[in-house]
């Protein structure tokens, strides 16, 4: 298969549009990464797409709507909390699990009787949508495991020769995948993946909000899990991933310093002072700017020949914690503390 790689124009969106329609799969940009698409009711589709991925069949996909009003056509039943989180951060990165209608076949929920919603803001995802007629199912566009693409081009690296075509829509503004959440009672957010949208965000459209524990530690492995990004491995470089919690600057470097091998780089934060002798990369200083440049730096760390890289780590509030948990996925929540 001769994978295209399409401009974002209005002649592209029609051809990526009626791909999508005919059963084949489009991968296209949202404001957080790129995503795989396909038609969310079509099965057969779907399972076009854990292909492509090498995804697990357990592991649900988050199907994505160009109008608030589509979600009625996707759950079967929608809360007043998600109607009022809905007019809140809609369009934007926030998925929320509810009860699917028949319509939205198993394999697009992993099996479950739920499904993750949402509806994406950038401009190329919402005129494939409307182009489509479909609701469109799209995990991340990488394959299984890897980190997700913030570019076209980290996606051609992955899917070429395996999807009909890519919509090239520059670099995504967010870098980290949706939060998605879920509702334990009328008036209680469930987070069950961290996202810029962040706990505190939300916090004022309810009475309660908490994390899940899965968002800080590695389930079993035949937990059942409602969200993607709950269980699996995910988001890693070839390299090896090697956050170290150390209490200041100093005492990171003096570990690196101490344990440096082959093609040992860092990944530090801007304001960070070089380290002599180790090269580095940076990836911001605030939880926004290292979610923007977190995929990114880790493809550019395999680029680069990396082996082993030690990561300064974020912190674990707001949407910081997105960066975490990401990193932790990546690292198989192995730290090291100094």
């Known amino acids: 298969m001769n994978t295209l790689f399409l401009d974002f124009n209005e002649d592209n969106i029609r051809i990526a549009g009626d791909l999508i329609a005919s059963g084949q799969l489009v991968a296209f940009p949202t404001e957080t990464v790129y995503g795989l698409g396909a038609d969310a009711r079509n099965a057969q589709a779907v399972h076009s797409v854990f292909d492509a991925k090498g995804r697990p069949a357990d592991n649900p996909l988050i199907v994505h709507i160009a109008a608030s009003a589509q979600i009625y056509e996707i759950a079967s039943r929608v809360p007043e909390i998600a109607l009022r989180l809905a007019g809140a951060f809609w369009p934007g990165p926030l998925t929320m699990v509810l009860p699917k209608q028949d319509s939205i076949p198993m394999v697009t929920s992993g099996g479950l009787d739920t499904v993750g919603i949402r509806m994406p803001s950038h401009p190329v995802a919402k005129a494939l949508i409307e182009s489509s007629g479909c609701p469109i199912a799209a995990p ?24 009909a075509a890519v919509l090239d829509g520059g670099l995504c503004e967010g870098g980290v995948e949706s939060t998605v959440i879920c509702f334990d009672d009328a008036e209680t957010i469930h987070i069950l993946r961290p996202g810029l949208i962040s706990a505190e965000d939300l916090a004022p459209y309810c009475k309660r909000v908490y994390v899940d524990p899965a968002v800080y530690s590695q389930i079993a492995p035949d937990a059942r899990v409602a969200s993607p990004g709950m269980k699996y491995k995910h988001y890693a470089p070839k390299a090896k991933i090697l956050p170290v919690d150390a209490p200041d600057f100093e005492s990171f470097v003096s570990y690196v310093q101490s344990h440096q091998q082959e093609n040992t780089w860092c990944l530090l934060y801007d304001s960070d002072p070089e380290i002599p002798g180790i090269p580095c990369m940076r990836y911001g200083d605030t939880g926004r700017e290292q979610a923007h440049y977190l995929f990114l730096r880790f493809r550019q760390l395999d680029e680069a020949g990396a082996a082993v890289v030690y990561v300064r780590m974020p912190r674990q509030s707001g949407a910081d914690l997105s960066v975490y948990n990401r990193l932790m996925r990546a690292a198989g929540f192995e730290v090291i503390t100094v």
Not at 150 to 160: F, L, N
Request: charged content about 30%; glycine content about 8%; hydrophobic content about 25%.
């Open 140 to 163: 991340s566009a990488n394959r299984s495991g890897r980190p997700s693409p913030t570019t076209a081009e980290h996606v051609m690296e992955d899917m070429d020769g395996r999807i």
